[in-house]
């Protein structure tokens, strides 16, 4: 099924999806042109870039839509060919740089583009060359895509039979969890990913007639880059909300105002709920991110634990029982630090809650 796959390229294969790895061994086979079509904004050029990544391709991505037949390889050249003028093409550059190295070249929009663009790039896509005399080299990959027309009410043009049967056709889906796991934990806002982790079904929501912006992973993607250049990749919600509630709406629509509340839901909870009542707020706090708990041990760390009631130490373990091994052990490392007299019966009781952990502290930090 590989075929004439390098060793080195199969061992890369191993840290693809399985949708990836199949898309490039669509690529890879040369026979026929991969074709995805799915609704904007589901990550087609993520998928593809992804994939080149991965693979140790670099990635060239044509948007069809957006460029004239000049620059897909149509712009007329006069050449002499045993003294007599031929009409030839130039080159574009993106085609030259193509062939120094493995690439991945993408054709985006295919079915939105102008008919002489179309042309241009089917050409390649089908005949893998420029003209008479450029021709991609094998280490060149190639792959289009495309949007639905009317069922995501974009403007699109229908193939003809000759054309769709050169095509191998699929329907690119994107799922929250895919989504989550191989894209957005390593480049999105973790608030952002917490709240389509709750939410999946807000992950794509259809626009309507009363906004023109909606809920897309790719509209996700912008606005996390929007807290993340403005405030940081670790902002806490209370710091990015004031600006965000006036301009969420303008990345993903009518899903701003469920965000806007969640955030606001998160700011509410404090470190006063988990002390006084961890048994109300316990099923609400499930729902949030790690950086919801990051904050409230940091406030944790502002009270003089020998000052708080058993019930409160009792509520404290409720917590820290919750939250992440390496958040457990900072904060009982600051216990260990800040508290002179551990061995009160009161704190050794919370401390040994949590023994496993303090033994590893211990073994940690044993003098070698």
């Given at each position: 099924m590989i075929g004439t796959l390098t060793d080195e390229l199969?061992?890369?294969?191993?840290?693809?999806?399985?949708?990836?790895?199949?898309?490039f061994q669509v690529m890879w086979s040369k026979s026929g042109v991969l074709y995805i079509t799915s609704k904007?904004?589901?990550?087609?050029?993520?998928?593809?870039?992804?994939?080149?990544?991965?693979?140790?391709?670099?990635?060239?991505?044509?948007r069809l839509s957006m460029v004239d037949e000049t620059d897909v390889g149509l712009y007329p050249n006069v050449s002499d060919v045993d003294g007599v003028k031929c009409l030839d093409f130039v080159v574009p550059r993106w085609?030259?740089?193509?062939?120094?190295?493995?690439?991945?070249?993408?054709?985006?929009?295919?079915?939105?583009?102008?008919?002489?663009?179309?042309?241009a790039a089917l050409q390649i896509l089908l005949e893998r060359c420029i003209g008479v005399d450029f021709k991609f080299n094998d280490n060149v990959l190639m792959m289009c895509s495309g949007?639905?027309?009317?069922?995501?009410?974009?403007?699109?043009?229908?193939?003809?039979?000759?054309?769709n049967n050169r095509l191998i056709h699929y329907s690119h889906t994107l799922g929250a969890k895919e989504w989550i796991d191989n894209f957005a934990k390593e480049n999105v806002h973790s608030t952002i990913?917490?709240?389509?982790?709750?939410?999946?079904?807000?992950?794509?929501?259809?626009?309507?007639?009363?906004?023109?912006?909606?809920?897309?992973?790719?509209?996700?993607?912008?606005?996390?880059?929007?807290?993340?250049?403005?405030?940081?990749?670790?902002?806490?919600?209370k710091q990015f909300l004031p600006i965000l509630s006036q301009i969420a709406?303008?990345?993903?629509?009518?899903?701003?105002?469920?965000?806007?509340?969640?955030?606001?839901?998160?700011?509410?909870?404090?470190?006063?709920?988990?002390l006084n009542d961890f048994d109300?707020?316990?099923?609400?706090?499930?729902?949030?991110?790690?950086?919801k708990n990051s904050e409230l041990i940091h406030s944790l760390k502002e009270y003089d634990i020998k000052k708080l009631s058993e019930k409160q130490l009792e509520n404290v373990t409720k917590f820290l029982k919750k939250v992440s091994e390496d958040e457990l052990t900072a904060y009982l490392l600051h216990v260990l630090d800040n508290v002179p007299?551990?061995?009160?019966?009161?704190?050794k009781k919370f401390m040994m809650s949590f023994k496993d952990v303090l033994v590893t502290i211990k073994k940690i930090n044993k003098p070698k």
């Open positions: 199969v061992q890369k294969m191993e840290n693809l999806t399985e949708r990836e790895r199949l898309y904007p904004g589901i990550a087609k050029s993520a998928i593809s870039r992804g994939i080149a990544n991965k693979m140790g391709f670099s990635y060239s991505d044509v085609a030259i740089e193509a062939n120094k190295r493995p690439t991945i070249i993408h054709f985006e929009e295919l079915n939105r583009a102008s008919l002489p663009v179309r042309n949007n639905l027309g009317d069922e995501d009410g974009t403007d699109v043009e229908e193939f003809d039979n000759a054309l990913v917490s709240y389509i982790g709750n939410y999946p079904e807000k992950l794509y929501q259809p626009p309507n007639e009363n906004t023109k912006a909606y809920a897309t992973p790719r509209s996700w993607t912008f606005m996390s880059d929007f807290i993340v250049k403005n405030f940081g990749k670790d902002a806490s919600p709406h303008g990345f993903v629509g009518n899903s701003a105002q469920r965000f806007i509340q969640y955030c606001e839901e998160m700011i509410n909870i404090t470190i006063k709920d988990i109300r707020v316990e099923k609400e706090l499930e729902k949030y991110n790690r950086d007299d551990v061995a009160d019966p009161k704190i």
